[in-house]
């Protein structure tokens, strides 16, 4: 069990541009989250998937926001023409079927210029 | 889910048992009490978790109140590594999302 991890752990990047940011779950789990925490809050709720599946997304995903898990193992999630107010820590995390025990990995902290 | 209310913020010295409350007077019958910690820039760690009876490991215990609206997270003897923000979440059993509300930042004191 080697933990959840997620790259890169810091981005720095200009309004307006696109990032992608990955994440790896732990290998045998077949559910994986986003979430996003801003300063001072808990994280909150984006997208979960199970498998290569998107089952559920949260009205924070706006259009700018995709994300894809396409062979059921690792996921992206990438934010297009980036805005100040998307900057954040993102957090990744993964829980194996039939235990709703979620394991985070470090999360990937974003800052836009 | 149901909707919880913790403090803001608690002490405790080191040592000594940290106690922390959490309310969900509007959970139902097949929703479970989830507790996680975030120590300041990590994720989430899992902490324990229960549906109505009292649950103890290795981290903590939790402590459940008869009619469930309320609990209480025992730290036994609370260390300076145990400062972090600690959260209470309430989920159904087929529920996948995680609502963590803004927390208790618990500070241990030497």
């Known amino acids: 069990d080697t933990g959840v991890s997620q790259n890169p752990r810091h981005k720095i990047t200009k309004r307006g541009q696109n990032v992608t940011f990955r994440c790896d779950p732990i290998?045998?789990?077949?559910?994986l989250y986003w979430y996003r925490q801003t300063l001072g809050q808990g994280p909150e709720f984006l997208t979960y998937?199970?498998?290569?599946?998107?089952?559920?997304k949260s009205r924070l995903l706006s259009d700018r926001f995709s994300a894809e898990r396409p062979k059921g193992s690792f996921s992206t999630l990438e934010i297009q023409r980036t805005e100040q107010g998307d900057s954040a820590m993102y957090l990744c995390?993964?829980?194996?079927?039939?235990?709703?025990?979620?394991?985070f990995g470090p999360g990937t902290r974003l800052t836009v210029t | 889910d149901a909707k919880t209310t913790q403090p803001t913020s608690m002490d405790c010295a080191e040592g000594r048992a940290a106690n922390l409350p959490c309310n969900h007077s509007t959970i139902s019958g097949n929703e479970y009490v989830y507790w996680y910690r975030q120590i300041h820039s990590q994720g989430p760690q899992y902490i324990i978790h229960?549906?109505?009876n009292n649950e103890t490991n290795e981290m903590a215990s939790l402590i459940i109140t008869e009619d469930r609206k309320s609990s209480t997270l025992i730290l036994p003897h609370a260390t300076l590594r145990d400062t972090a923000v600690y959260y209470c979440?309430?989920?159904?059993?087929?529920?996948?999302?995680?609502?963590f509300g803004t927390g208790t930042s618990l500070t241990v004191i030497p």
């Open positions: 229960g549906l109505k």
């Open positions: 998937f199970q498998n290569e599946a998107q089952l559920e």
């Open positions: 979440i309430v989920i159904r059993n087929t529920g996948n999302q995680f609502y």
């Open positions: 290998s045998e789990h077949n559910r």
């Open positions: 995390a993964s829980s194996k079927r039939g235990d709703y025990e979620q394991y």
